[in-house]
C-alpha cells in the first residue's frame, strides 16, 4: 500500500508519516489504572479510519488500471464497446468498469473476454492483499448463454436476470419501483403510530414521511423512465399514504385533488421529474471528458447493433427531451446547450409538469 501511494506521487514524508500509523504499531489495555503488556495491531486500517477511504480507492484504482492494462495487452481494445472505431486515429470509446468503493461492476462485450477481464482483476487484486468475494459475485448478460460459464478459483460465477448494484435493481425502472414501494410501505408502517395520531399535526407527519419513506421510495429515481402504469402505481402510493394520515376512509369517496389541496403538497411524480430534470443538468454541467457527461444522455450510433422486433421502449434521452417539451421534444444537442446556462435550466425545472408516457 505504501509503495502504491508513492507510484501515485504522494510526498515521501506523507507516506512515512500514514507508514508510522499503521506498520509495525502496538497496543495496550488500561483496566483500573493497571496497564497490560504491549501486543502488535494487525488489524490494519480501522473501520471509519478518516484516511480509510482515501488509501482503498487509491489501491482500488491501482488494481483496475493494471488489470486493465493486462488485458489489453492480451485482447486488444477492452471493455464496452460503446462507440465503435471509425479510423486509426479515431479509437472505439469503451467503458471497462464501473467502481464505488469495493462494489466493483466489469464490463464487457464477449464471454471470453469477461472470463480473462475477472481473471486479470483477480491476480491484481491479489498482489496487494485484495480478494473477490465470489458467493456475492453475479453474472448478467443480454445473451444467450448457451450453457456458458464463468469462473473464478475453478467455481462457477452464478448467472442471474437481475441484481441490485448500488441499491437499485438493475433489470428496469418497474422492477427497481417494485422493490422500492415495497421497502417504503415497510417503513411506513413502522411508524403507524404516528400516522394514525390525532394530536400531531399533519405538517409534521408529513416531514417525517417525506424523512422516513419517500427517502427510501425515490432512492435512485434520477435514472427512473416513469410511464403511465408507473405514474399511477407511485402517485398511488403517496396518496394512500396521506389519506391513511388524514384519517380518510375509502368509503368517503374523497378526491385525490382535494387530498393534495389539504396537505399542500403536489403529484409524487411531478417531484420525481424535477429531480431527474435537475439531476441531468448537474451531469451535463461537469466536464466534457468526465463519463457522467459523456453517457448521460448516451445514444447508440446507427449500426452500433440491433434491436428486437416490436415497438421500442422509451429511452432515457428521448424520455428527458419529452420532459422538457413533450409537444416539441428538444435534440440532445439542444438539451446539453441549455443545461450549460444554469438561469435557462432552472426555468425549466420549475416548469416541469406530469407527463404521460406510453405503458413499456
Not at 485482447?75 to 470509446?93: A, D, L
Not at 428496469?172 to 422500492?180: A, E, L, P, Q
Amino acid at each position: 500500500m505504501f509503495n502504491i501511494l508513492r507510484h501515485y506521487g504522494v510526498p515521501t514524508k506523507i507516506v512515512c508519516a500514514i507508514e508510522a500509523i499503521y506498520h509495525n504499531t502496538k497496543s495496550v489495555v488500561l483496566v483500573d489504572g493497571n496497564v497490560s503488556e504491549e501486543f502488535d495491531v494487525t488489524t490494519g486500517v480501522l473501520q471509519g479510519d478518516t484516511l480509510a477511504p482515501y488509501l482503498f480507492i487509491t489501491v482500488i484504482d491501482y488494481v483496475m488500471k493494471n488489470a486493465q492494462l493486462y488485458h489489453t495487452n492480451e485482447h486488444g481494445e477492452y471493455g464496452f464497446v460503446t462507440n465503435k472505431r471509425q479510423s486509426s486515429r479515431q479509437p472505439p470509446t469503451c467503458v471497462h468498469d464501473l467502481d464505488f468503493a469495493d462494489d466493483i461492476a466489469l464490463l464487457e462485450n464477449s464471454f471470453d473476454r469477461a472470463q480473462s477481464q475477472l481473471v486479470q482483476t483477480a491476480k491484481r487484486a491479489s498482489e496487494v492483499g485484495l480478494q473477490i468475494n465470489i458467493t456475492k459475485t453475479q453474472a448478467l448478460t443480454n445473451q444467450n448463454t448457451n450453457n456458458q460459464t464463468i469462473q473464478l478459483d475453478g467455481q462457477n460465477i452464478k448467472w442471474v436476470d437481475n441484481f441490485k448494484y448500488l441499491g437499485s435493481m438493475m433489470l428496469s425502472t418497474t422492477t427497481d419501483i417494485k422493490v422500492r414501494k415495497s421497502q417504503a410501505w415497510k417503513a411506513f408502517w413502522k411508524l403507524k403510530n404516528i400516522w394514525k395520531s390525532t394530536t400531531i399535526p399533519i405538517k409534521l407527519k408529513i416531514n417525517i414521511f417525506k424523512t422516513t419513506c419517500l427517502s427510501i421510495l425515490l432512492y435512485g429515481c434520477e435514472s427512473w423512465i416513469i410511464t403511465n402504469k408507473l405514474e399511477n402505481t407511485l402517485n398511488s402510493f403517496a396518496t394512500s399514504c396521506y389519506r391513511i394520515m388524514l384519517g380518510i376512509k375509502r368509503t368517503d369517496k374523497i378526491k385525490n385533488n382535494t387530498v393534495y389541496e389539504t396537505i399542500k403538497e403536489e403529484p409524487l411524480t411531478q417531484t420525481i421529474q424535477r429531480r431527474q430534470l435537475r439531476y441531468i443538468g448537474h451531469c451535463l454541467r461537469r466536464n466534457t471528458n468526465e463519463f457522467i457527461n459523456m453517457y448521460a444522455l448516451y445514444t447508440p450510433k446507427s449500426g452500433h447493433g440491433t434491436r428486437k422486433r416490436g415497438r421500442p421502449r422509451l429511452n432515457y434521452p428521448d424520455y428527458v427531451a419529452r420532459l422538457i417539451n413533450n409537444d416539441t421534444p428538444p435534440t440532445i444537442e439542444e438539451i446539453r446547450k441549455t443545461a450549460v446556462n444554469r438561469e435557462e435550466w432552472r426555468k425549466i425545472v420549475v416548469a416541469c409538469k406530469p407527463r404521460l408516457f406510453a405503458v413499456e
